[in-house]
């Protein structure tokens, strides 16, 4: 059974970071990734990593975001520099323990934590 459960959400004025945390327990070798919903709008795709340590992020966070893992505390991360207001959402941690067919599709992934809010003004 894989339990996810994130943590490091709250509120900041446009331009400052936070940083996301996810500590997962069971389960070995599995593709995580992060995801958020805005009230109104579509779960989205936000950043991705697979057991390798390759990475994957939407366009829209790319050079702000960044995605990793410390396997040995079994936790994901996501560093969030020079947010933006439209960055407000809830955002979510996934896995699933294979490779989905696109690592940004919320559909693909198995596993969710409860989420934690993010809020930039």
């Known amino acids: 059974h894989v339990q996810l459960v994130e943590s490091g959400g709250g509120s900041v004025q446009a331009g400052g970071s936070l940083r996301l945390s996810c500590a997962a327990s069971?389960?070995?070798?599995?593709?995580m990734g992060w995801f958020r919903q805005a009230p109104g709008k579509e779960r989205e795709g936000v950043a991705a990593?697979?057991?390798?340590?390759?990475?994957t992020y939407v366009d829209s966070v790319k050079g702000r975001f960044t995605i990793s893992k410390d396997n040995a505390k079994n936790t994901l991360y996501l560093q969030m520099n020079s947010l933006k207001p439209e960055d407000t959402a809830m955002y979510y941690c996934?896995?699933?323990?294979?490779?989905?067919?696109?690592?940004?599709?919320?559909?693909?992934?198995?596993?969710w934590g409860q989420g934690t809010q993010v809020t930039v003004s």
């Open positions: 996934a896995a699933n323990p294979v490779r989905p067919r696109s690592v940004l599709w919320s559909s693909e992934y198995r596993y």
């Open positions: 069971g389960y070995r070798t599995y593709y």
């Open positions: 990593i697979n057991n390798l340590g390759t990475t």
